[in-house]
């Protein structure tokens, strides 16, 4: 029976189920498709297959037919699935950092552990002027904030340099 579907309507029935290599189970269950959809010839064909039922759209969602993967179709689907290719180091660190409960901070750089650059506005003698500063370097009073992160960055650069020496 698998041999008759296409990759275009294995595709269909992951995208209703909302899996993918890194999703692999589904959070959802259906298609809402509109007469005229370019895929409703598959998404028919996949009903007579038995992998998917049609049902009139509720009216809260429009017009249109809702397609639900059944059983079967929902079998096909997950196992159609190419193994998950592993993630690079930084991807991993963000997934880390998405699957977290919060309990390091609010945003990625406290995750890591980064304290990033503060800015500062000038007072006195360079009132109108920004610059950022940490405690790995200090940028130069600019009059822009592109300019200051520039600065900073050469500043960062010009450290690293010269702790390798």
């Not at 880390?96 to 006195?124: Q, V």
């Not at 600019?142 to 702790?163: D, F, L, R």
Request: charged residues 25%; neutral net charge.
């Amino acid at each position: 029976m698998n041999e008759s579907i296409s990759e275009e309507q294995i595709a269909l029935l992951c995208h209703a189920l909302g899996i993918d290599e890194h999703q692999r189970e589904p959070y959802r269950n259906h298609f809402l498709a509109n007469l005229g959809h370019p895929d409703n010839n598959d998404l028919i064909a996949l009903v007579h297959a038995g992998h998917m039922i049609a049902c009139v759209a509720p009216a809260m969602w429009g017009s249109g037919i809702v397609y639900v993967v059944t059983d079967a179709g929902r079998q096909i689907a997950i196992n159609s699935l190419p193994e998950p290719k592993k993630l690079s180091r930084s991807k991993a660190k963000y997934q880390d950092f998405l699957d977290s409960d919060g309990c390091c901070g609010d945003d990625f750089a406290s995750f890591l552990g980064i304290r990033p650059p503060e800015r500062e506005y000038g007072s006195w003698d360079n009132r109108g002027l920004i610059r950022f500063h940490s405690h790995r370097a200090t940028a130069q009073w600019c009059k822009t904030v592109k300019e200051a992160k520039s600065s900073y960055k050469a500043a960062m650069k010009a450290n690293k340099e010269s702790s390798h020496v």
